[in-house]
């Protein structure tokens, strides 16, 4: 099967694994089409019916980078399914537009049953998109007035952790992917630009290209109510929107965990007031 059969078979297959309240088109009761109308997806896409078709039916041009991220919209497809797709069209893979800056509702819902866990979701560019009570009193408090951890750890604060300088390297490194991933991202242009700027210490640790993959480490936090927590954090990546969640606990048994409790309760306790 040649590259255009492939193609054509992809469209077809994702066309109708789709129905019309997927895509926010009124469905109809005594409809018969399995999945969305040529007609539908054309529309969706900003293209003409006649081209499409042309392209299920292995007739059409290769299509351009506009014409497939036009299709990986209508069909929601994944950045992997994404670059399937440049790949069967012989198109060379473009660069994504910018880092996904939405939790998934399964995601977000994940963070509120665990409530003796701290957790956050960050996105590609180290900002804090979602996060449970715990994860809040742990932080600070003020993840809505200051969500990026990338902009904690180089501009704010002098770090209060042990793993600080392991940290610094961590969060430099995906900020290099990320660069590399999406290098027409306004918002991270500015954040880069605002770290090197502000940030000897980001500037050198760039210029060395760090590489650190999300895993398990440890370190000790001092909190101003708390005090010192020796806690474990472990990262759970979200691939499909190049996210990670990061889960915050402490060893059972030990002052920390219990120092955890005890946030966890008082946060339980304001929000019933």
Known sequence: MTGRQELARFLRGRRAQLVPADVGL???????????RREEVAELAHM??????????????????????????VFRLTPAERTHLFRLAGTQVTPLAAPVRTVRPHVAALLER???????????????????????????GDLDARPNLARRRFLGRPPESSSAEEFAHVVVSRLRRSADRYPHDPGLARLLAELRAGSEEFTQIWET?????????????????AGRLRVNCDVLTVPHDDQEVVFITADPGTPSARALRRLAAADRGLSAR
């Open 209 to 225: 290209g760090p590489v650190h993959a999300p895993g398990h480490r440890t370190k000790t936090l001092t909190h101003p109510e």
């Open 48 to 73: 003409s019916v006649d081209y499409y078709a042309r392209l299920e039916q292995d007739r059409g041009p290769r299509p351009s980078p506009r014409i497939l991220d036009a299709l990986t919209g």
């Open 26 to 36: 009124a469905g109809e009761p005594s409809r018969r089409t399995l999945g969305l």
């Open 114 to 140: 665990i409530p003796d866990t701290a957790a956050v979701v960050t996105d590609a560019t180290y900002d804090v998109i979602a996060w449970n009570p715990l994860a809040g009193a742990v932080l600070g």
